[in-house]
């Protein structure tokens, strides 16, 4: 599975963005969809995750009730719309996949896509 995030950039405090992380390869039918971040010395941090046939979808609590997690399955395409962002949500955010259930563990996901650059301005 090759992954490829896009959609990042500069944002206001309090804006909204969405980026997509698009998937090749494969079909993600058995498959879950995961999102996680990364700031400047920080550990990489769990966002979200979607399973690709159910649509469960799970957050971490920084972002319960701001980011939303989606995917459109016939695009081959997750999104995470994000809401109400702050200056700590600053970082580079990396979609992952896995063969299975959605995982919160970065060390549970087997692919990985570039990352995509998102700042926050106060």
């Known amino acids: 599975v090759q992954l490829q995030a896009s959609g990042g950039g500069l944002v206001q405090a309090g804006g909204s963005m969405r980026i997509s992380c698009a998937a090749s390869g494969r079909t993600l039918s058995s498959h879950a969809m995961g999102w996680f971040r990364q700031a400047p010395g920080k550990e990489r941090e769990f966002v979200a995750a979607?399973?690709?046939?159910?649509?469960?979808?799970y957050y971490g609590d920084p972002v319960k009730g701001r980011f939303t997690i989606s995917r459109d399955m016939a695009k081959n395409t997750a999104y995470l719309q994000m809401n109400s962002l702050k200056p700590e949500d600053t970082a580079v955010y990396y979609c992952?996949?896995?063969?299975?259930?959605?995982?919160?563990?970065?060390?549970?996901?087997?692919?990985w896509g570039q990352g995509t650059q998102v700042t926050v301005s106060s």
């Open positions: 979607i399973s690709w046939s159910s649509g469960f979808t």
């Open positions: 992952a996949a896995r063969n299975g259930i959605s995982k919160t563990k970065r060390d549970e996901y087997d692919y």
